[in-house]
């Protein structure tokens, strides 16, 4: 019988597959290989049961989005967290990850963790200004995490953000059991220090679903291409009430005169840490050139 479900876990070459049911340890078929698909955690597939448990891929479903390193798909949200205590995350490593999301088209909710320590009062404004849902939490204490649970119920989200910030404390504060699953996951795998290093999705009790990986605690710069390029200003959505305002066409909206961008940062209608951002970005993706582009062996 053919059945549909969501790939869970990939490892070691075989694919586990949730069809709400049971989850289907499976393989995937040469095609895949010949028509240049890995199939990803995170995608829908339909897959062929053979009895016991088993089965094999058949196809993958359309993908909403999907991300090279670390390798998952259909993400509805990247949960960015950031701090203003030990260790304080910089506005730009927030900004750079949203973007990334816009252009894969992600939600984002940026969660300042460790607000028992420090109220992270400058992000807390950068971000209120955006066009962002920002939240303060505390892992430690239980604070903003009643109203975190329905901002993830119903989604597959992402967590990300600079080392020490707090993922595995938040996610071990919404739900005990997840820690719970993790360690036994990693103690049946008996791989000591690298258990860790696969993707996995994970349903909480209250109903979110989250991809657990060690790669989305940075982005690799895959993911800054030529397209990021190419769409940069439209990555920032507070932008786009002024994109068509500026003096000259094709304005890059770095400097020149006349543009309605800048002239909305001098005003206050745009965040001056955004905008240093999006300066940063322009910076770092300027040497890109077209033969440089990379077609992505997940598409």
Not at 118 to 142: C, F, K, M, N, Q
Not at 154 to 170: C, P, R
Not at 279 to 285: A, D, I, M, P, Q
């Amino acid at each position: 019988m053919i059945v549909r479900g969501r790939i869970q876990k990939a490892l070691s070459g075989f694919y586990y597959v949730d069809t709400g049911r049971e989850v289907l340890t499976c393989r995937a078929r040469g095609k895949f290989r010949k028509e240049g698909v890995t199939p990803l955690v995170g995608d829908w597939v339909e897959a062929q049961e053979l009895g016991g448990g088993e089965g094999y891929l058949k196809s993958v479903l359309p993908r909403t989005n999907a991300f090279e390193r670390p390798s998952v798909a259909n993400i509805d949200q990247l949960v960015i967290i950031a701090s203003g205590a030990i260790p304080r995350t910089d506005p730009y490593l927030i900004d750079r990850v949203a973007a990334i999301a816009e252009l894969k088209g992600c939600g984002v909710l940026i969660l300042l963790n460790k607000c028992d320590l420090d109220p992270a009062d400058s992000l807390y404004r950068i971000y209120r200004a955006s066009p962002y849902p920002v939240l303060r939490v505390s892992a430690e204490t239980g604070e903003g995490l009643e109203e975190l649970r329905p901002m993830l119920d119903g989604k597959l989200s992402a967590f990300t953000g600079n080392s020490g910030v707090g993922k595995s404390s938040i996610l071990n504060a919404l739900d005990p059991e997840f820690h719970l699953k993790v360690g036994q996951i990693s103690e049946a795998l008996g791989r000591g220090r690298h258990t860790t290093r696969h993707v996995e999705l994970y349903r909480l009790a209250f109903g979110a679903e989250i991809v657990d990986s060690p790669g989305f605690s940075s982005f690799d710069t895959d993911e800054l291409n030529l397209e990021m390029k190419e769409r940069l200003p439209e990555l920032f959505p507070e932008f786009a009430p002024f994109l068509d305002g500026c003096r000259f066409t094709g304005c890059s909206h770095t400097g020149e005169q006349g543009c309605a961008v800048l002239e909305a940062v001098e005003k206050h209608q745009i965040q001056r840490s955004r905008y240093d951002s999006f300066l940063r970005l322009f910076e770092e993706l300027k040497p890109l050139q077209k033969w440089q582009q990379k077609y992505s062996r997940h598409s």
